[in-house]
């Protein structure tokens, strides 16, 4: 007996309803908006605090508001619009402080310097990074100082390089100087250094030095020489038990007091060291937990292969303790850049300080100015924290390989 395996369908099958789109906008808005009865009541109120918020913020910060070019008359006569004409005619004090006018080629080069170097050391395929780590690290560093504080080089009228220099219009004058004698980086105390200069200054050098002294902080924490542990964890805890407030304070009032007679240390580099002590003792925290997430089979497949302490730490260890940390170092970072507007405490005039003592200016005395000041201060913070948090966030997706296969 032969069985008939063959099928026909003798008739029509009744129409269905289309599938449910499972991609596209309506079903990602389905999915993340509309989801439940919560999600779509959460979404409304959401929606309704969007349109009452952004209009104000709108007609305030654009619509309203009086652009570069303005006049004071002009932002009085608009109380309820932001006057970035203030900001426009301020921008300079804003950025160098009380940098003297002539010299602002100096720090303008000390900023073009810093974007040359520090973009191909972030791009992981520009190539030579041995070479661009010197030059930032090292050559940088000495480059912006002369640059930045000067040296009172004077050139004469007969010096070859007068009308090169002249002709730039790099050459400046100052009362008691001979005649025809000309001043070339006139020496520039840094008291009179301020604005967002100081705020870069300040970051560049605290995170160039926290996370390296973090490191050995946490290498010592774990160390087994009773003396190192003990001194750097006398110092963790110590730094962390106080304010940074704290610090500068006793960085300004007090060290002086410990130095000999007719020594004293500048402002600035007791702001630098402050708050780069400060930054480091919690960058070691931060990197001992990666320590510690690391299994202890790392280590000894580095001592099978016949590696030191030093060179195990370095090549395997550390690596994959700071990726597992990336997210912990970039927020001591953050808070580490808006913490350069405490360094008022020793007399220096950050961003924020700039802005502040602009805005008690008379001549763009307006009902806007002091929103406005600092309003600009908060787009330039979060212009370089919301950078820096978008830059680690790339590198952690460039890096999450451990457990992929």
């Not at 009452?52 to 608009?78: K, Q």
């Not at 190539?127 to 912006?144: C, E, G, Q, Y």
């Not at 003592?357 to 806007?368: F, R, V």
């Amino acid at each position: 007996m032969t069985i008939d395996t063959a099928y026909v369908r003798t008739e029509m099958v009744s129409a269905q309803p289309a599938p449910r789109r499972t991609s596209g906008t309506w079903a990602w808005m389905r999915k993340n908006l509309f989801a439940t009865p919560t999600d779509t009541v959460l979404t409304a109120l959401g929606v309704i605090f969007l349109f009452w918020v952004i209009p104000p913020l709108y007609n305030f910060f654009v619509g309203h508001a009086v652009f570069p070019g303005g006049t004071v008359e002009d932002c009085r006569a608009s109380p309820d619009g932001a006057c970035w004409a203030y900001i426009g005619s301020e921008i300079e004090f804003f950025i160098y402080g009380f940098y003297p006018m002539a010299e602002y080629w100096r720090p303008n080069i000390v900023f073009a310097l810093l974007a040359a170097l520090i973009i191909p050391l972030l791009a992981p395929r520009v190539p030579f990074k041995r070479t661009n780590a010197v030059l930032f690290f090292v050559v940088f560093p000495i480059v912006s100082f002369i640059l930045l504080n000067g040296l009172d080089i004077r050139v004469t009228e007969d010096s070859p390089l007068f009308g090169l220099l002249s002709g730039m219009g790099l050459l400046s004058t100052r009362f008691g100087l001979p005649e025809g004698t000309w001043l070339f980086m006139q020496y520039v105390p840094t008291e009179q250094w301020g604005g967002l200069l100081v705020t870069l200054i300040i970051s560049v050098v605290g995170i160039s030095l926290s996370l390296p002294m973090g490191i050995l902080l946490a290498l010592g924490r774990q160390s087994k020489l009773p003396i190192i542990k003990t001194l750097c964890i006398a110092f963790i805890e110590l730094v962390r038990a106080v304010p940074l407030i704290t610090v500068l304070f006793m960085a300004s009032i007090m060290l002086p007091l410990f130095l000999p007679v007719g020594m004293s240390i500048d402002k600035f580099l007791r702001a630098i060291v402050g708050v780069t002590l400060f930054t480091s003792a919690y960058m070691a925290e931060v990197v001992r937990g990666g320590l510690q997430a690391i299994g202890r089979g790392q280590y000894e497949a580095a001592s099978s292969l016949g590696l030191n302490y030093w060179k195990s730490m370095f090549f395997i260890v550390l690596p994959q303790a700071l990726k597992h940390v990336i997210p912990g170092i970039v927020n001591n970072f953050i808070s580490l850049f808006k913490d350069t507007s405490l360094v008022y405490i020793v007399g220096m005039k950050d961003l924020l300080e700039a802005v502040k003592t602009k805005n008690d200016a008379l001549e763009w005395a307006s009902a806007s100015q002091s929103i406005t000041g600092y309003a600009f201060a908060a787009i330039v913070f979060w212009t370089f924290c919301f950078s820096m948090s978008r830059y680690s966030m790339w590198v952690e997706r460039r890096l999450d390989t451990g457990y992929k296969r």
